[in-house]
């Protein structure tokens, strides 16, 4: 079922690039697997899935110690900065940094563990009050100032964008997203790179794979609807 799901998506990825232009290699799959109990990861696992997507830090970290070691886990939610210390050092790449203070922590707790940090800039495209990320006018600033921290890498950007009914209404803050990272990898910031997008959930990856996205992040797509009530 999962495995179904599974290759559903990654079908819709390659028509997707094939309409584009682009080579499907350069998109990956995250599944999203907030909510959702150990046993469907590791179905997900045994379909090929190599890069899971958690928002929350307490089951991102109980989820790791539970399935293999070559898992690249990705943190996609809000993060506290009294929580980095748990994922630092553990997880590939944290798509959701928006202040220079969480920027600053993770450094911090990079430095103190003799590591390094992979991070992406989350970008409030729509300027929705409900979401969080940087506005796009703030963001080049933002990273020129979280550049200058050793530990920490800029090696992108990522966005959440609205939730639509008509997945095409979104093409623009994907495409505006794009346009963004080409203007500040023209900076050439010393240790920033901007090679990674991350964008495009269930609803609406097929138009982010079209505009450019190198992550796409997939849940209730993979995994069916999410229960909060238990
Ligand atoms: C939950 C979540 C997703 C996946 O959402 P679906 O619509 O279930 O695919 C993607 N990105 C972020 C940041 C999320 O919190």
Same mark, same amino acid.
């Given at each position: 079922?999962?495995?179904?799901?599974?290759?559903?998506?990654?079908?819709?990825?390659?028509?997707?690039?094939? #309409?584009?232009?682009?080579?499907?290699?350069?998109?990956?799959?995250?599944?999203?697997? *907030?909510?959702?109990?150990?046993?469907?990861?590791?179905?997900?696992?045994?379909?090929?899935?190599?890069?899971?997507?958690?928002?929350?830090?307490?089951?991102?970290?109980?989820?790791? #110690?539970?399935?293999?070691?070559?898992?690249?886990?990705?943190?996609?939610?809000?993060?506290?900065?009294?929580?980095? *210390?748990?994922?630092?050092? %553990?997880?590939?790449?944290?798509?959701?940094?928006?202040?220079?203070?969480?920027?600053?922590?993770?450094?911090?707790?990079?430095? %103190? *563990?003799?590591?390094?940090?992979?991070?992406?800039?989350?970008?409030?495209?729509?300027?929705?009050?409900? %979401?969080?990320?940087?506005?796009?006018?703030?963001?080049?600033?933002?990273?020129? #100032?979280?550049?200058?921290?050793?530990?920490?890498?800029?090696?992108?950007?990522?966005?959440?964008?609205?939730?639509? $009914?008509?997945?095409? #209404?979104?093409?623009?803050?994907?495409?505006?997203? *794009?346009?963004?990272?080409?203007?500040?990898? $023209? %900076?050439?910031?010393?240790?920033?790179?901007?090679?990674?997008?991350?964008?495009?959930?269930?609803?609406?990856?097929?138009?982010?794979?079209?505009?450019?996205?190198?992550?796409?992040?997939?849940?209730?797509?993979?995994?069916?609807?999410?229960?909060?009530?238990?």
């Amino acid at each position: 079922m999962i495995a179904d799901r599974i290759k559903q998506v990654k079908e819709n990825v390659r028509a997707a690039c094939r #309409e584009a232009g682009r080579d499907e290699k350069e998109v990956t799959l995250i599944a999203v697997s *907030k909510t959702k109990p150990v046993s469907l990861l590791r179905e997900a696992y045994e379909a090929g899935i190599r890069d899971f997507g958690e928002n929350k830090v307490q089951e991102l970290v109980d989820k790791m #110690e539970q399935l293999p070691g070559d898992i690249r886990w990705h943190m996609i939610g809000h993060l506290q900065r009294n929580k980095v *210390k748990y994922i630092v050092g %553990k997880v590939w790449l944290i798509h959701s940094v928006d202040s220079y203070r969480l920027a600053e922590e993770i450094n911090r707790e990079a430095q %103190k *563990k003799h590591t390094e940090a992979n991070i992406l800039i989350e970008v409030n495209m729509a300027q929705e009050e409900s %979401k969080f990320g940087v506005s796009p006018k703030d963001a080049p600033a933002l990273v020129e #100032e979280i550049s200058k921290l050793p530990a920490v890498h800029i090696k992108g950007l990522m966005t959440v964008a609205p939730f639509v $009914e008509n997945a095409e #209404e979104n093409r623009c803050f994907f495409r505006k997203l *794009k346009q963004l990272s080409v203007d500040i990898a $023209e %900076k050439n910031i010393d240790n920033v790179s901007m090679n990674i997008l991350s964008m495009g959930m269930t609803g609406d990856y097929q138009i982010a794979a079209q505009e450019g996205a190198v992550y796409i992040r997939v849940g209730t797509g993979i995994f069916g609807e999410r229960d909060y009530s238990v």
